[in-house]
């Protein structure tokens, strides 16, 4: 887990880095097309402030895909270069603080968990499986593409 000890701070400030374990990030993924199997490398700066904690720094995780159009096994660098993170220790929002320490995990994984591909592409364009080209599901209402040149034929044989 990754744990701040609100004891180790020296003038109000705490600097940690390190890797958090796959097991701990513990994103119970439903996704097939997407796998997590390397830790999430953090580096942070924490600052005490009179009511709360901010966290600033960066998170950064290899997510392993697939390509949703290829099927192409890639890698790819999710990054948070400047994650920032605003924990209240007062009043209705105020994080829960059990000896003297908090877990980052959760604020972590959700934070992380957004960044993550929608639609996996192994690149931009990629123009997926050749043979399913012709057959490329098409998004509902996504069809309009071809209705203007037929009717353009119909225009032609009318005239
Ligand atoms: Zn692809």
Known sequence: ML????RHFENDELQIAGELPVADLDLELNDELLRV??????????ERMEDAL???GSLRLNLHCECVR???????????????LHL??????AVSIKND??????????DILLEFPQHPLCKPDCGGLKKKKAVQPVKSGGNNETKPSAW???NKLKL
């Not at 744990?3 to 609100?6: D, E, P, Q, S």
């Not at 199997?37 to 924490?46: K, T, V």
């Not at 290829?70 to 920032?84: G, N, S, Y």
């Not at 320490?101 to 959700?110: G, I």
């Open 101 to 110: 320490s908090l877990d980052l995990t959760p604020y972590v994984r959700e």
């Open 70 to 84: 290829c099927l192409k096994a890639f890698k790819t660098e999710v990054d948070l270069p400047d994650w920032t």
């Open 152 to 154: 353009a034929e119909l």
């Open 37 to 46: 199997e390397e830790p999430l490398e953090y580096d942070l700066m924490i």
């Open 88 to 93: 209240p220790l007062a009043g209705e929002d």
């Open 54 to 56: 901010l966290v600033t």
């Open 3 to 6: 744990k701040i000890n609100l």
